[in-house]
């Protein structure tokens, strides 16, 4: 095992009984010019992607002991999506410990996003299966716990954040326009764009203007994070 992998374990606060997963975990497809007995991470991520899922969800429902699926939902996609991931891979990290083709070095493929979410979560798979699920969740709450640590059960009201980071960066005012409105009169559908100066328009839909507008703006929001 390199000593790069070496350090990812410590990084992780996991040591390999099988150290032959965590170097699966973070082999790309490309490595080895994509021959098919060279084993890579894509296996190990379907599994992270599930094992990931459960802590998450599990960390959410013991935390927040009276809070509806509802609210349960966009905290859950804000621990396991792929720039969560992404974060943890950086935290980690993982890139430099990749084994992929120089081809796919040479084009940042050690810094792609999606590479690295990728491997968090196949990273998250080998210590699962090496370790358990206990050792999962450690490295979970290492990884992640920050994180968790900022999240909050009361309602966010993106509006309300877009307008107050627009006028602290001196971005103008939101500027919302509805789109389409579309469906029956028993289930509306609205879209709305939201317009702000020095960024590309986003899009939100909703059942009606306000969730509409609220998703366009928690889109916006995104494109400047």
């Avoid at 190990?44 to 509802?70: C, M, P, Q, S, Y």
């Avoid at 509805?178 to 328009?201: C, I, K, S, W």
């Amino acid at each position: 095992m390199s000593k790069l992998m070496q350090q990812v374990e410590q990084n992780i606060g996991y040591q390999f009984t099988d150290r032959e997963l965590l170097e699966r975990a973070l082999t790309h497809s490309s490595f080895g010019d994509g021959n098919k007995q060279v084993r890579n991470y894509e296996r190990l991520e379907f599994l992270g992607d599930r094992v990931l899922g459960l802590i998450a969800a599990e960390t959410l429902f013991r935390k927040f002991k009276t809070a509806r699926e509802g609210r349960l939902a966009p905290l859950f996609n804000s621990l396991v999506d792929k720039k969560a991931c992404e974060r943890a891979a950086r935290f980690f990290e993982l890139g430099p410990a990749m084994q992929m083709s120089p081809s796919e070095e040479n084009v940042g493929g050690r810094n792609k996003a999606s590479i690295l979410a990728d491997a968090t979560e196949s990273v998250m798979a080998a210590v699962y299966i090496d370790g358990g699920l206990e050792a999962a969740r450690a490295v979970f709450n290492k990884g992640w716990g920050d994180a968790v640590d900022q999240l909050t059960d009361k309602p966010r009201n993106p509006k309300s954040d877009l307008q107050e980071l627009a006028a602290k960066k001196g971005y103008g005012l939101p500027r919302y326009q509805l789109m389409e409105q579309a469906g029956p009169d028993h289930r509306p559908v609205f879209v709305v764009r939201v317009e702000l100066d020095g960024f590309e328009p986003t899009e939100g839909e909703g059942g009606s203007k306000q969730d509409a507008q609220r998703n366009a703006a928690n889109a916006m929001l995104q494109r400047i994070d």
